[in-house]
């Protein structure tokens, strides 16, 4: 945890540095798993998956990284079934699997969490997710 908080307070833009510490604890509370350090990326419980190609590793359960254009935020199920919440969002971007936020004030948190929520379940519901 302290590599988590000691490569947000290095972050130089002072909102995106807030943002990232609320952010932090809503997918923390939300998932219920501690957060980890990948590289620039902040990930909270960890599953094995493995393709039919072969090709097999590890991820989060979910995740985010605070990048200097914005924050993104790692939906790993995407967003197929949740367009009725992202209506209600707010201002953001999305990428296969990306929520793209310019900062949190542009949205409804409540609505963040329910998606954040949703995508944790349906990890846990799809493989064996672990806390790490």
Known sequence: MEEVTDFISSIDNETRKLDSIALLAILEKVSGYKPYLSGSIIGFGSYHYKYDSGREGDSAVIAF????????????????????????????????SCLYINKLSDLNLDILEQIAKLSVQFMQQKYKCINT
């Open 65 to 96: 990284s605070p990048r200097k254009q914005n924050l993104v935020v790692y939906i790993m199920p995407g967003f197929e079934k949740l367009e009725s919440l992202l209506q209600d969002l707010g201002k953001h971007k999305l990428g296969k």
